[in-house]
């Protein structure tokens, strides 16, 4: 893990030896699971430094310290960027959200083998759960990382955001078409405007974003609409 507690100093982000050691221990996992479960593209340890633990903790440098608080992950897949926020924050309380059974049994070894508290993974679909009282406006956080186009992403998200806190997504090139058509979407969800940060990794992975929107106005009982819909007409 050299290579990731240098890239992440080079963001201001200082890794503990410890949390190295968790983060290793979730790589070697995610690589044995990965024979018999599609949990990733990338099977080279130092991709997977880079692109998928080093791409998660660059929401630090929007977020800042997270000890405390509450995050909610949409389509967290193997994790991303939910656990590695997690280990670097062992007092942030994380909810994981995702549809696929099977990756949720991965998300809960990874939680069992590190010791991890704080951590409930959900097998659900976001437009199901974020009609649940128990989730509905409750995070702090609402983050997601390549899930849907922003105006689905945000129909997804805000829900689960309470007012005060913020969405954040991750996203890669076509982010700024995509914002530009969102405006109607913000306003029905109850999200302000929008702030685009560029963030640059080691080598040649691409641009990267993260979108930060700030929750301002509850959202309407009417969203998030039934499961596929905000997919199949998103808000324009």
């Not at 083998?113 to 437009?127: D, F, I, S």
């Amino acid at each position: 893990m050299e290579q990731l507690v240098r890239e992440a100093a080079r963001l201001g982000i200082a890794i503990t030896e410890a949390q190295a050691q968790q983060y290793a221990r979730y790589q070697a996992l995610l690589l044995a699971w990965n024979a018999h479960v599609n949990l990733t593209a990338i099977r080279e340890p130092a991709l997977m430094q880079t692109k998928h633990f080093l791409d998660s903790l660059t929401c630090v440098t929007v977020m800042g310290k997270l000890d405390g608080m509450t995050l909610l992950d949409v389509g967290t897949g193997a994790g991303f960027p939910g656990l590695p926020l997690k280990i670097l924050f062992p007092e942030l309380r994380v909810t994981l959200v995702e549809s696929v059974v099977k990756k949720t049994r991965f998300l809960q070894a990874v939680v069992a083998e590190l010791g991890l508290t704080q951590v409930q993974v959900v097998a659900e679909r976001a437009e199901s759960l974020g009609q649940q009282p128990a989730y509905r406006e409750q995070y702090d956080w609402v983050v997601a990382r390549a899930v849907a186009e922003l105006r689905v992403l945000l129909e997804y998200l805000l829900p689960f955001c309470r007012v005060g806190g913020h969405v954040l997504a991750q996203k890669g090139e076509g982010v700024f078409a995509e914002t530009a058509v969102a405006d109607h979407a913000l306003h029905i969800l109850g999200g302000g405007r929008p702030q685009v940060h560029e963030v640059v990794l080691a080598g040649d992975v691409g641009p990267r974003y993260l979108v930060v929107v700030p929750k301002i106005a509850p959202t309407p009982a009417q969203y998030p609409r039934r499961p596929g819909m905000p997919a199949k007409r998103p808000l324009s």
